[in-house]
């Protein structure tokens, strides 16, 4: 009896301890269900007393249903619907043997009569037009622009286009967009904002702008910035910020002023900007006082936004702002990336996955502060820990950034063709430090040279100099009749020079050139190259022409070797800049309301004539191949301006006057009877009249005033001082 009773004792402890282990768990679990059940629910994710609530729980757990949020899927597949060529690159989508033949060549679609066209759109059909790339001919294309408005594409837009497909179908050159760009400021409509364009764009290059990372193809669409109907075509004004002075200390360190969306896409972060605003240093206005049922979805902070939103004018602020907060709106880009540029107020983006304006070539991270908008209230305390230095670079850098891309519609589009022209012909493409670097990318030309050590801008941040000798260019339109010619003398006199390596004589004169015998002997090579008496002829980029810097004479031109020496000494201290004798001015004519042409002389200047200058060989291959033929064939026309517009160009380069050295004799201009036998004596009177007018026109190519008036003059230690002739170094600039 007692080992039976001793047998089931152990049994049922065994089967005990067997339920503990296996059974155990869901026993208490459904102990604590019963026993906790009486006494309260489990707590909601919700509860005060767990996480502070800004909504209200019951809301929170409601299902609204909203339709108006799109499934992952549904994004995909409307995306593989808007772009079909989602994988398009160079290599896969563009036929690079049409740009072999004839290079790099653009063709616009001549525009029909009756064809909506947005006035922003003319600007950019005009600015391809006027490019140097410009063909009529669609045989000799590389690349196809559409004579079709593109840039609205928000259905609710009186400037949408309809019917685009079909018409763009029935164009002969289309073939599925293959080497065509399409250029696009708005996409989408209410309320999502999709880049749907309402066409298939097929292998087209888009250019566009507000640009969304995902729907981006790299190394093939291009991102444009949102500029607005009354961007300028050309030119465009300066950038606010001097670049020989500092800025002021400004009044604000942070400020928004613009429109809060109350609901839709991109409501979410101008609505929280208020957080940030203090008042003092940092100031975010917004209003909801817009649209026309604003008042339907007003809420509590309305009327107050919009009472404290009309104590501050938008200028002011732009001017007295050290940084300025782009947040993104209804779409991604915004009108106030190009203002804040222009106003030198550092960019703070707020525009999360937006594919910056030409980041395949400019470096942003120099000139803006790329922002989270789940990150705002860091925001603040980023600005303020940069120091004043690099304020000062980033300040510097986005006002050469607007005056070189973003300034006029020309510039845009200039910078979305020669992007496109790198990608052709990547083996003669610019760095990347060209685009970055004064005076930039479409400046500095690759078919010159891909070193930046040979250009002349960039000699100080290569650390190198230019070289110690230079050629003589001489421009010869008289036959040589007798041997006391002025040419003659000024080959001997320039072949005296240490510094002279070679004498390149162009000659334009309809006569054939003397034989070897007739020319004087000279210590340094002389060379006679057949031009012809086109006056752009003397700027063609020269292959007998081996030296950095070229002295630019004129035939008549008088000059001692002293002269030539000291002025080639200077160039060398500024050889990106034009450096010579014989100074004109421009000045503004108010009876006129014109711009006009002096040759008084004055203590202020902002013209080197090429008569007796010397300037870096690459101004010649930036005359040749930068300026479009209309305006070369203008001065060869009249045959006359030519060193105007160099002079043009060079101040458009650096932003400088030129550099006027001493002067034994005054120069004064040869009268055109003198230069042309066959001319009447009155075109001593039509020429310099001629001059006034080639200043208007190249202002109004130009889109601006690029000539700076300067009052320097550099001249050798000692000149002039009581001392002994004996002491000085260019003693012979002194003699009569």
């Known amino acids: 009896m007692p080992a ?70 549904d994004r995909r597949e409307l995306r593989q619907n808007i772009y079909k060529y989602s994988r398009c690159r160079m290599e896969t989508c563009f036929d690079f043997s049409k740009c072999r033949k004839h290079g790099f060549k653009v063709f616009v679609y001549p525009l029909e009569r009756g064809d909506p066209v947005s006035e922003s759109y003319l600007k950019i059909i005009t600015s391809l037009e006027e490019s140097r790339y410009y063909t009529p001919n669609p045989k000799e294309a590389c690349l196809f622009v559409l004579n079709t408005d593109t840039l609205d594409r928000d259905h609710l837009s009186i400037q949408y286009v309809h019917s685009i497909h079909d018409k763009i179908q029935g164009f002969p050159l289309w073939n599925d967009g293959r080497n065509h760009l399409i250029f696009n400021l708005y ?21 566009k702008a507000s640009f969304y990372i995902e729907n981006f193809r790299p190394g093939f669409d291009i991102s444009i910035p949102l500029f607005s109907k009354d ?36 409501s979410d972060t101008r609505n929280a900007l208020h957080h940030i605003h203090n008042g003092k240093d940092i100031i975010s206005l917004t209003t909801c006082k817009h649209g026309k049922d604003w008042e339907k979805h007003k809420d509590q902070r309305c009327d107050k936004d919009n009472t404290d939103y009309n104590k501050f004018d938008y200028q002011e ?31 703070v983006l707020l525009s999360n996955g937006w594919e910056l304006p030409f980041s ?14 789940r990150l705002l209230l860091q925001i603040p ?63 500095a030309l690759p078919e010159y040279s891909t070193f930046l050590s040979d250009f002349p801008f960039y000699y100080l941040q290569q650390g190198s100099s230019p070289s110690s000798k230079f050629t003589a260019l001489i421009r010869a339109v008289s036959p040589v009749v007798s041997l006391s010619q002025p040419i003659l003398k000024l080959i001997q006199v320039v072949s005296r020079s240490p510094y002279c390596a070679q004498i390149v004589v162009l000659w334009s004169c309809e006569k054939p050139p003397p034989l070897g015998t007739r020319w004087p002997q000279a210590t340094v090579p002389l060379t006679i190259v057949r031009a012809s008496s086109k006056v752009s002829d003397r700027f063609l980029p020269y292959s007998a022409i081996g030296t950095e810097a070229v002295l630019s004479l004129d035939e008549h031109t008088s000059l001692s070797t002293g002269e030539v020496d000291f002025a080639f000494m200077v160039w060398r201290s500024f050889p990106d800049r034009i450096v010579g004798f014989p100074m004109r001015s421009h000045f503004w004519d108010t009876s006129r309301n014109q711009w006009s042409y002096t040759s008084k002389w004055t203590n202020e200047f902002s013209m080197v004539l090429t ?38 160009l060079v101040s458009a380069v650096t932003k400088l006057p030129p550099i006027k050295v001493t002067q034994k004799k005054q120069h004064r201009d040869v009268p055109l009877p003198q230069l ?23 202002v109004a190519w130009f889109g601006y005033m690029p000539l700076v008036h300067s009052q320097f003059r550099l001249d050798p230690v000692l000149f002039k001082d009581q001392v002994s002739v004996l002491r000085k170094k260019y003693r012979h600039l002194e003699r009569d």
Not at 187 to 207: H, K
């Open 4 to 73: 039976r009773k001793k047998y089931i004792f152990m049994t049922f402890f065994a089967t005990w301890l067997l339920l503990f282990f296996f059974g155990g768990d869901q026993l208490r679990r459904l102990a604590f269900i019963k026993k906790s059940g009486a006494s309260r629910s489990w707590p909601h994710w919700a509860d005060g007393f767990l996480l502070k609530s800004f909504a209200d729980p019951e809301e929170l757990q409601r299902d609204n249903g909203d339709h108006n949020v799109q499934s992952p899927k």
């Open 187 to 207: 996409s989408g409509t209410w309320p999502n904002y999709t880049e749907d364009l309402g066409f298939d764009i097929g292998q087209a290059i888009l250019a």
């Open 231 to 266: 961007h300028p075509q050309k030119g465009g004004e300066r950038g606010w910020l001097h670049k020989t002075s500092l800025p002021p200390k400004k009044k604000y360190l942070l400020v928004f002023k613009g429109k809060r969306y109350l609901t839709g896409i991109g």
């Open 317 to 347: 602020l732009l001017h007295n702002s050290t940084f300025c907060i782009i947040p993104r709106g209804r779409r991604l880009g915004s009108f106030r990336f190009l203002e804040a540029l222009q106003a030198a107020c550092i960019p």
């Open 360 to 373: 395949e070539v400019i470096d942003w991270s120099r000139s803006a502060i790329v922002g989270d908008e």
């Open 381 to 443: 305390s980023t600005v303020r820990c940069l120091p004043s230095d690099k304020i000062l670079a980033f300040q510097q850098q986005t006002q050469f950034l607007w005056e070189a891309y973003f300034s006029s519609v020309e510039r845009i589009v200039q910078t979305t063709l020669e992007i496109i022209k790198d990608r052709i012909f990547h083996q003669v493409s610019r760095p990347r430090f060209s685009w970055n670097t004064l005076p930039g990318g479409l400046l």
């Open 611 to 648: 008569a007796a200058a010397f300037y870096h060989r690459y101004y010649h291959s930036l005359f040749t191949n930068y300026l479009p033929a209309r305006i070369r064939s203008f001065i060869d026309q009249i045959a006359n301006c030519e060193d105007i517009l160099l002079n043009f």
């Open 676 to 698: 042309l036998k066959s001319s009447p004596p009155s075109n001593g009177n039509l020429r310099f009249s001629q001059r006034q007018e080639c200043v208007n026109q190249f």
